[in-house]
């Protein structure tokens, strides 16, 4: 199957009215977030079974996919590159995160971070140095400091919860609304594997902690407790 015939289908099934509420949605209007990128409006789960359709599509093809101001094109460029990876040997999955280290300016609105980087940075990472992932956390950009947090995710889930905290340190004092959540998601996620963790962080933290952060990273607390960190 070509990219030719990918954009073909993509071009078929687009809804306009859903690419609207998406346009809204994903905030891309001037000075926005999202500003530029277009959707065609087709709902995950109709994107990821086109996608099964193209798995054999080249670094090229997927490069011109993430090149693109569709963010359509860029969100099913990541789907292949994810199922690529976790099929893949130790060679190809390396290349994958490399390529996808060099796409970082196409990575560019939370899902289309959220849908990869833990697939791909965090799961090629897991056994490997992570100073990558300070660095991210330094950065000026926006979607690169979500990187970095959300990449913890793989490691989370294998129990290591020390990156998330110490990533999550870092970005304190980030000014932005969608670092706040994914923080406070990731350490919510820390929570559920061992309470004492968070709880720690959040004794060390509260006074500095931005309030959405708090209350993502405590949806799980029983009511009493949960309502006592509120009221810190």
């Given at each position: 199957?070509?990219?030719?015939?990918?954009k073909?289908?993509?071009?078929?099934?687009?809804?306009?009215e859903?690419?609207?509420?998406?346009?809204?949605?994903?905030?891309t209007?001037k000075?926005?977030?999202?500003e530029?990128s277009?959707?065609?409006?087709?709902?995950?789960?109709?994107?990821?079974?086109?996608?099964?359709r193209?798995?054999?599509l080249n670094f090229?093809?997927?490069?011109?996919?993430?090149?693109?101001?569709?963010?359509?094109?860029?969100f099913?460029?990541?789907?292949?590159?994810?199922?690529?990876?976790?099929?893949?040997n130790?060679?190809?999955?390396?290349?994958i995160?490399?390529f996808y280290?060099?796409?970082?300016?196409?990575?560019?609105?939370?899902?289309?971070?959220?849908?990869s980087?833990?697939?791909?940075?965090?799961?090629?990472?897991?056994?490997?140095?992570?100073?990558?992932?300070?660095?991210?956390?330094?950065?000026?950009?926006?979607?690169?400091?979500r990187?970095?947090?959300?990449?913890?995710?793989?490691?989370?889930?294998?129990?290591?919860?020390?990156?998330?905290?110490?990533?999550?340190?870092?970005?304190?004092?980030?000014?932005h609304?969608l670092?706040?959540?994914?923080?406070?998601?990731?350490?919510?996620?820390?929570?559920?594997?061992?309470?004492r963790?968070?709880?720690?962080?959040?004794?060390k933290?509260?006074?500095e902690?931005?309030?959405t952060?708090?209350?993502?990273?405590?949806?799980?607390?029983?009511?009493?407790?949960?309502?006592?960190?509120?009221?810190?």
């Amino acid at each position: 199957m070509s990219l030719a015939e990918l954009k073909a289908e993509l071009e078929l099934t687009k809804n306009p009215e859903k690419a609207g509420i998406h346009s809204r949605f994903f905030k891309t209007g001037k000075g926005e977030y999202g500003e530029g990128s277009i959707f065609l409006g087709i709902t995950v789960p109709v994107l990821r079974k086109i996608a099964k359709r193209y798995y054999t599509l080249n670094f090229k093809e997927l490069q011109e996919l993430l090149n693109d101001k569709i963010q359509t094109y860029r969100f099913i460029a990541l789907v292949i590159l994810v199922e690529v990876y976790k099929k893949g040997n130790e060679e190809t999955k390396k290349e994958i995160y490399n390529f996808y280290l060099k796409n970082l300016k196409n990575i560019n609105n939370w899902d289309l971070v959220d849908t990869s980087c833990p697939q791909i940075i965090g799961d090629y990472l897991l056994n490997k140095d992570r100073s990558i992932l300070y660095e991210f956390a330094k950065s000026n950009h926006l979607w690169t400091k979500r990187i970095s947090i959300v990449s913890t995710l793989t490691f989370i889930r294998k129990n290591q919860l020390d990156d998330t905290i110490n990533i999550t340190e870092i970005l304190l004092k980030d000014n932005h609304d969608l670092i706040h959540k994914a923080c406070g998601w990731m350490l919510r996620e820390a929570g559920k594997r061992d309470q004492r963790v968070l709880e720690s962080f959040l004794d060390k933290h509260i006074k500095e902690m931005p309030r959405t952060m708090l209350r993502y990273s405590i949806e799980k607390f029983e009511e009493e407790k949960r309502k006592n960190y509120l009221n810190k």
